[in-house]
């Protein structure tokens, strides 16, 4: 009894060592944002402040690259789910000509370095004679995360019964009609799964970007370029905020999913 | 133009065949059937699995195109119109519920599409949650409810359509016994009340003959017999509907003059010569510990095995060229067990009651 009271407490001690080690990145992030620091500096404490809230977008460059991330994540997110839907549809549910090399080449694109992909990727738009601008970026962070959404909504369309369709055809639905009142909502989970996983990897993404970005900078290539001269707390307010964004994104996604299995 | 059908049959089928390419070789699933259901018949397409009953079934819901012949509703030819243009619905073996739309959207999900004005879709919906007993579960959604409370959903959201025809692909398979057989009379009612078609595809022999006007019993991609309940039962056209029907003995000889011999005993099988096979009920055979006198078809045999089963009992009995007959006696209040295991014992029956294929 005693010894498994120990091994209980140790657990314990153990599980929220490794919480801490986790979130103490997170941690330090958010609380340097407050930091009253005088210099370009922002690596030592010099007390409480909330000033870079209120001057959040005074440096123009980083304001820029923000935004240029934002909009890139939204359409690379939008049209991403759209031909990942698709994809994970016909994958699962259909059986057709070419479907084994369509699996290997999804599964590729997920297994392939982003260091590899960024280099073929702007032989591939130099040699196309395209200018590097937001368009490239969108459409290389379209290709690395076009898998994981047609991944995660084919897992889903693969438990789906194949007769609801059937069904709802039956009772006189349309094809467009069955897939906007049938099919989706059933594949709904899956696909807002995969649209926060597309969206999450293109806000983020410094490899593949930084070699298809031409002059245009994005939120994490502003942050390595200005390594050396020292990350302004301006970047710890906004890497707050998109994590507070993601945080409220994930428990509302969790909320709705109780609320489907409970009601 | 379509082709007028011969007869105003509410659904057609005309030499339909079915085809699958499978690993490069041509399968058939359904190999040529042609049946009429009459309007508001209750029929059944039975035979084990494999048979081509579900194909069938499915081609005249729309989901498979046949190879080849012809499917008509109502005289109409719809063989090659999609499933949302047919005017008969399904009830699927899996129920096939929205999951994420309550019981009325569910329900109402078929009129919506027609566009059917919203004060009708109240008033329908309303009326046949009404008979299939569901009133007051209006917003459960489907997990919500118990299997046979689904079943009657899906029964609900495709009877609603008032189409020319409803199918069901095994509906009550799902169920347990007790339910089934409950709902076995309860489909029966419901038919009665909104006299719709219904197409009824099942493996189980008593499910057919309890509910169907009509049955087609089927086997590799063919119907076997078309018939009603008490013909199948009573004279089957082949050994395979006297097996698949209800328990049969198989007796097998060559018979001389009209008489089959097995042993010491002598089977009735009038007009017949050389080869015969014959099939006898088992609740048509007579048991007795004494030779019976009459003209009778009786063979002596060994008790093997006594089950005592409530309302009957079951023996099977095994002959002197090691066929084994079952024999079921009723329970009555004047009968005990005449015989045990072991003991040698008379079988007897009428020979109306053989039913003989010969050569």
């Excluded at chain 2, 199948?232 to 011999?261: C, D, H, K």
Aim: glycine share 8%; aromatic share 8%; hydrophobic share 45%.
């Amino acid at each position: 009894m005693r010894r498994g009271r120990l091994g209980d407490r140790l657990l314990h001690g153990y599980t929220w060592l490794v919480i801490a080690w986790l979130s103490s990145p997170i941690a330090v992030m958010i609380l340097f944002g407050f930091n009253d620091t005088p210099s370009k500096s922002n690596t030592s404490w010099h007390g409480f402040t909330l000033k870079w809230y209120a001057q959040l977008f005074a440096i123009p460059d980083l304001t820029d690259a923000l935004w240029n991330s934002v909009l890139i994540a939204l359409v690379s997110t939008a049209i991403t789910v759209v031909i990942g839907t698709m994809l994970g549809l016909a994958l699962g549910r259909h059986r057709f000509r070419g479907q084994g090399t369509t699996n290997f080449l999804v599964f590729a694109a997920i297994s392939t370095p982003e260091l590899v992909m960024g280099a073929s990727l702007l032989s591939l738009f130099v040699s196309a004679n395209l200018p590097r601008d937001r368009i490239t970026i969108t459409i290389a962070h379209v290709l690395f995360s076009l898998s994981f959404v047609t991944v995660t909504v084919r897992a889903r369309v693969v438990t789906l019964d194949p007769s609801l369709e059937e069904a709802a055809k039956d009772l006189g639905a349309g094809p467009w009609a069955t897939f906007r009142q049938v099919t989706l909502p059933s594949i709904l989970p899956g696909v807002l799964a995969g649209a926060m996983l597309a969206f999450a990897l293109s806000i983020d993404d410094y490899v593949v970007t930084s070699f298809v970005n031409g002059s245009t900078l994005t939120f994490p290539l502003w942050i390595v370029g200005s390594v050396k001269t020292g990350i302004p707390p301006q970047v710890n307010v906004m890497g707050t905020l998109i994590f507070g964004i993601g945080v409220l994104i994930a428990i509302a996604n969790a909320v709705a999913a109780r609320r489907r299995a409970h009601t | 133009m379509a082709e007028r059908g011969l007869t105003d049959s509410a659904i057609e089928l005309q030499d339909v065949v079915k085809e699958y390419v499978s690993h490069g070789e041509v399968v058939q699933a359904v190999k040529g059937v042609t049946l009429a259901v009459g309007e508001g018949e209750f029929f059944s397409l039975l035979g084990p699995s494999g048979c081509g009953k579900t194909t069938t079934m499915r081609m005249i819901a729309g989901f498979e195109e046949p190879s080849k012949g012809v499917v008509r509703l109502r005289g109409e030819d719809v063989t090659n119109v999609p499933p949302n243009k047919r005017d008969v619905n399904m009830v699927f073996q899996s129920y096939a519920l929205f999951p994420h739309m309550s019981v009325w959207d569910n329900v109402a999900f078929g009129l919506k599409q027609r566009r059917t004005p919203q004060e009708e879709i109240r008033r329908r919906v309303g009326e046949m949650l009404e008979i299939v007993d569901l009133t007051g579960r209006e917003k459960r959604r489907p997990r919500e409810l118990s299997g046979g409370q689904q079943q009657r959903v899906a029964l609900a959201r495709a009877l609603v359509n008032r189409p020319r025809a409803l199918l069901l692909d095994e509906p009550l398979g799902a169920l347990d016994l007790k339910l089934r057989q409950a709902m076995q009379l309860e489909l029966k009612r419901i038919q009665r009340e909104v006299g719709i078609t219904f197409v009824y595809v099942t493996h189980d022999q008593n499910e057919a003959l309890t509910m169907s006007d009509r049955i087609a019993v089927m086997k590799d991609g063919l119907v076997e017999q078309l018939a009603g309940p008490r013909e199948i039962y009573e004279s089957p056209a082949t050994t395979f509907v006297a097996g698949f029907i209800g328990t049969s003995n198989l007796m097998a000889g060559t018979a001389t003059a009209g008489v089959l011999r097995i042993g010491e005993g002598r089977v009735l099988v009038p007009q017949h010569d050389g080869e015969v096979s014959v099939t006898v009920r088992p609740e048509k055979i007579i048991l007795s510990v004494d030779e019976p006198d009459g003209d009778l078809s009786v063979v002596p045999g060994t008790v093997a095995e006594v089950v005592y089963l409530g309302t009957y009992n079951s023996y099977t009995v095994s002959l002197a060229d090691g066929a084994e007959i079952t024999v079921f006696q009723q329970n009555a209040h004047d009968s005990t067990i005449t015989a045990e295991r072991g003991d040698s014992v008379w079988l007897s029956w009428q020979a109306q009651h053989s039913y003989v294929m010969g050569s």
